[in-house]
């Protein structure tokens, strides 16, 4: 067994590895998932309710993910060489597919339990930002969803630790950490979602659609420097959807304080 045999990969042993990118995907779901444990118990539901929907989530999440992915790589990456689809250590997951195929299965979940699905959304959203946040750092692990080539001076003057500005020389140039920033944002609205949102919240499904409002909005910004989007008739992918995600936040935000529930408080 040897922990760190190289940049990618957290365990060697044998023939058989774990990468680094799925102790940091791993990670994120699993304080996620016991964020939500703790929010169902305090609106007085079972918390173990959460237990099959975490594994059904991470499946169907990952699963979302990658064909996400494949489907918009396809004639680059897999046409070609489709057993490359299997292989995740590889990387190759984009999370806005993992969300549209993450919110189908909740919906279907939580119905199936007879529990309104903005209550279960307003105690889970806010701790994918948690998840989203650690997921990116798997992104850095394996060099990729960088931005922009960027000078040594400019790293420097962001203060970063020495790890993070090596991490972003690769193949004798430096880039722009939008993993970094995507993980902060997704922190700062962590936080302000919980903390803020929460404490003032009125109607179910505030949480919910304050989610996707803040992330639509930075990560369309951050899309706008990296190097490797996934793109549609030569538009980024990812941006359309950020746009999709901010309309469909604000309307939603605006339709629950105006008819949703009164909220459960948590």
Same mark, same amino acid.
């Given at each position: 067994?040897?922990?760190? $045999?190289? /940049?990618?990969?957290?365990? +060697?042993? *044998?023939?058989?590895?774990?990468?680094?990118?799925?102790?940091?995907?791993?990670? /994120?779901?699993?304080?996620?998932?016991?964020?939500?444990?703790?929010?169902?118990?305090?609106?007085?539901?079972?918390?173990?309710?959460?237990?099959?929907?975490?594994?059904?989530?991470?499946?169907?999440?990952?699963?979302?993910?990658?064909? %996400?992915?494949?489907?918009?790589? %396809? #004639?680059?990456?897999?046409?070609?060489?489709?057993?490359?689809?299997?292989?995740?250590?590889?990387?190759?997951?984009?999370? +806005?597919?993992?969300?549209?195929? !993450?919110?189908?299965?909740?919906?279907?979940?939580?119905?199936?339990?007879? &529990?309104?699905?903005?209550?279960? @959304?307003?105690?889970?959203? $806010?701790?994918?930002?948690?998840? +989203? @946040?650690? *997921?990116?750092?798997? #992104?850095?692990?394996?060099?990729?969803?960088? !931005?922009?080539?960027?000078?040594?001076?400019?790293? =420097?003057?962001?203060?970063? $630790?020495?790890?993070?500005?090596? *991490?972003?020389?690769? #193949?004798?140039?430096?880039?722009?950490?939008?993993?970094?920033?995507?993980?902060? @944002?997704? &922190?700062?609205?962590?936080?302000?979602?919980?903390?803020?949102?929460?404490?003032?919240?009125?109607?179910?499904?505030?949480?919910?659609?304050?989610?996707?409002?803040?992330?639509?909005?930075?990560?369309?910004?951050?899309?706008?420097?990296?190097?490797?989007?996934?793109?549609?008739?030569?538009?980024?992918?990812?941006?359309?959807?950020?746009?999709?995600?901010?309309?469909?936040?604000?309307?939603?935000?605006?339709?629950?304080?105006?008819?949703? =529930?009164?909220?459960?408080? @948590?």
């Amino acid at each position: 067994m040897t922990f760190f $045999p190289d /940049g990618k990969t957290f365990v +060697q042993i *044998g023939s058989f590895s774990i990468a680094w990118y799925a102790i940091c995907i791993i990670t /994120g779901a699993f304080i996620a998932y016991k964020l939500g444990q703790y929010n169902f118990k305090k609106i007085g539901y079972n918390k173990e309710i959460l237990s099959d929907y975490f594994f059904g989530l991470m499946i169907t999440g990952v699963l979302g993910a990658r064909l %996400w992915y494949v489907i918009f790589m %396809w #004639n680059e990456l897999y046409a070609e060489n489709p057993l490359e689809i299997i292989m995740f250590r590889h990387g190759g997951l984009a999370i +806005q597919g993992g969300i549209f195929v !993450g919110l189908i299965f909740s919906w279907w979940y939580f119905k199936k339990h007879k &529990i309104d699905f903005m209550v279960a @959304a307003d105690a889970i959203m $806010p701790g994918v930002l948690i998840a +989203q @946040a650690l *997921g990116r750092w798997g #992104n850095f692990f394996n060099q990729e969803a960088y !931005g922009g080539m960027v000078s040594l001076d400019f790293l =420097k003057s962001l203060h970063l $630790p020495n790890f993070i500005i090596e *991490g972003m020389h690769i #193949n004798g140039y430096y880039y722009h950490p939008t993993f970094l920033y995507e993980s902060i @944002a997704n &922190i700062v609205g962590f936080l302000l979602i919980y903390f803020v949102i929460r404490k003032i919240q009125t109607k179910q499904g505030e949480q919910f659609f304050s989610y996707f409002i803040w992330y639509g909005i930075f990560r369309f910004f951050i899309e706008g420097l990296r190097t490797d989007s996934l793109y549609v008739m030569g538009l980024r992918t990812a941006q359309l959807v950020s746009i999709v995600f901010v309309i469909v936040g604000i309307a939603g935000y605006i339709y629950c304080k105006k008819y949703g =529930k009164p909220a459960i408080k @948590a």
